[in-house]
């Protein structure tokens, strides 16, 4: 991987001498795909063992707080396996986008093209076994970058989606609240450990340690994605804008490969940052239900100890959970359109740099 990123690096600076900006533009987006693939691995490599400890954390919680059965359950699953379905979309997408440079590869082999055109220690176009050579090793190396760039957006998005799961549980758990009316509590009259109320506060305690461990999942997520994330916006509004420039610049007839490899290529970036946006999202849209459920739950006829403590809770939860780059940008649409929109600027400022 590393000569590989070293061979495409010196590529990168011969052609910002003599190349063209359509040409600079499309190595400047592997170039920067490459430099993403290598800090991901970095990450995944010195976080593997604290990844490990946070999926431990999020089995211990599930075990530990294991509310009524049926429709819980059932929620929790269907969030896992639409998550799984899209994890599994992405994949087959990425390597799609693989197989397209493969394709425009072979429509110019007599040529002797290869994947992506790069420097090398020797002439692979002057002998069969060298371009063959390059060829195989170039295919490894995609698929390298493959495995690396999905398996890390993966780790996001399963982590946000497992953390929506636990939410929707607190918040089903929540509403089940309403059958077991606390209007008989008032006409008990009997020791407070016996009565309904004492197993209400228990319910309302169990409640409010489950949300507190929530945001403590949350905050490790903020705290070990921020990078990966800070990486994947800078790579995406870079590639994003250039795949948008070179569709506009190649020719649909002449360079038709080039035109779809490209277009697929762009639409990938555009799905590899809006999962972690859209599942960011939806944590918090997730978080802000807890609140009116609270409010909406049976505690009118409640007992004042227990309303107290119901107020601490809502006051705990007025504020969104979200997760957090560097604890300043929140990942979310909202973040997602910044993105767009830095992308569509650059994209302005190189056509009209081309068309000057």
């Given at each position: 991987?590393?000569?590989?990123?070293?061979?495409?690096?010196?590529?990168?600076?011969?052609?910002?001498?003599?190349?063209?900006i359509?040409?600079?533009?499309?190595?400047?987006?592997?170039?920067?795909?490459?430099?993403?693939?290598?800090l991901?691995?970095?990450?995944?490599?010195?976080?593997?063992q604290?990844?490990?400890?946070?999926?431990?954390?999020?089995?211990?919680?599930?075990?530990?707080?294991?509310?009524?059965?049926?429709?819980?359950?059932?929620?929790?699953?269907?969030?896992?396996?639409?998550?799984?379905?899209?994890?599994?979309?992405?994949f087959?997408?990425?390597?799609?986008?693989?197989?397209?440079?493969?394709?425009?590869?072979?429509?110019?082999?007599?040529?002797?093209?290869?994947?992506?055109?790069?420097?090398?220690?020797?002439?692979?176009?002057?002998?069969?076994?060298?371009?063959?050579?390059?060829?195989?090793?170039?295919?490894?190396f995609?698929?390298?970058?493959?495995?690396?760039?999905?398996?890390?957006?993966?780790?996001?998005?399963?982590?946000?989606?497992?953390?929506?799961?636990?939410?929707?549980d607190?918040?089903?758990?929540?509403?089940?609240?309403?059958?077991n009316?606390?209007?008989?509590?008032?006409?008990?009259?009997?020791?407070?450990?016996?009565?309904?109320?004492?197993h209400a506060?228990?319910?309302?305690?169990?409640?409010?340690?489950?949300?507190?461990?929530i945001?403590?999942?949350?905050?490790?997520?903020?705290k070990?994605?921020?990078?990966?994330?800070?990486?994947?916006?800078?790579i995406?509004?870079?590639?994003?804008?250039?795949?948008?420039?070179?569709?506009?610049?190649?020719?649909?007839?002449?360079?038709?490969?080039?035109?779809?490899?490209?277009?697929?290529?762009?639409?990938?970036?555009?799905f590899?940052?809006?999962?972690?946006?859209?599942?960011?999202?939806?944590?918090?849209?997730?978080?802000?239900?807890?609140?009116?459920?609270?409010?909406?739950?049976?505690?009118?006829?409640?007992?004042?100890?227990y309303?107290n403590s119901?107020?601490?809770?809502?006051?705990?939860?007025k504020?969104?959970?979200?997760?957090?780059?560097?604890?300043?940008?929140?990942?979310?649409?909202?973040?997602y359109?910044?993105?767009?929109?830095?992308?569509?600027?650059?994209?302005?400022?190189?056509n009209?740099?081309?068309?000057?």
């Open positions: 991987m590393g000569s590989a990123t070293f061979c495409y690096t010196i590529f990168f600076i011969e052609t910002i001498q003599s190349g063209t359509q040409e600079i533009s499309y190595v400047t987006n592997l170039l920067f795909t490459f430099y993403g693939s290598v991901k691995s970095f990450w995944l490599l010195k976080n593997f604290k990844i490990k400890e946070m999926l431990n954390d999020l089995k211990i919680i599930t075990k530990v707080h294991k509310f009524n059965e049926g429709e819980k359950k059932c929620l929790k699953h269907l969030r896992i396996d639409r998550v799984v379905k899209v994890v599994k979309i992405y087959s997408a990425a390597f799609v986008t693989g197989l397209m440079g493969t394709l425009n590869a072979l429509i110019k082999y007599n040529e002797k093209e290869i994947m992506f055109e790069t420097w090398w220690f020797f002439d692979y176009k002057a002998s069969i076994i060298h371009y063959w050579t390059i060829f195989i090793y170039q295919h490894l995609l698929a390298y970058i493959v495995v690396i760039a999905c398996s890390t957006e993966s780790i996001l998005i399963l982590f946000m989606n497992t953390t929506t799961a636990l939410i929707d607190l918040i089903v758990e929540i509403k089940l609240w309403k059958h009316p606390i209007k008989k509590i008032l006409r008990q009259k009997v020791f407070f450990k016996n009565s309904q109320d004492y506060l228990k319910k309302l305690e169990i409640a409010m340690e489950y949300h507190l461990k945001k403590k999942i949350v905050e490790d997520i903020s070990h994605i921020s990078f990966v994330f800070f990486v994947q916006t800078f995406s509004s870079i590639v994003i804008c250039g795949s948008v420039f070179l569709m506009t610049v190649l020719s649909q007839k002449h360079e038709t490969s080039d035109f779809f490899r490209t277009a697929v290529f762009g639409c990938l970036m555009t590899q940052i809006f999962l972690p946006c859209y599942y960011g999202n939806e944590l918090s849209v997730a978080s802000d239900k807890i609140l009116s459920t609270l409010f909406h739950s049976d505690w009118v006829s409640s007992s004042q100890k309303k119901l107020k601490i809770f809502l006051e705990n939860t504020r969104t959970i979200k997760v957090r780059s560097f604890k300043i940008v929140n990942i979310d649409f909202e973040t359109t910044t993105i767009m929109n830095a992308a569509y600027s650059l994209y302005a400022l190189m009209k740099i081309n068309q000057k």
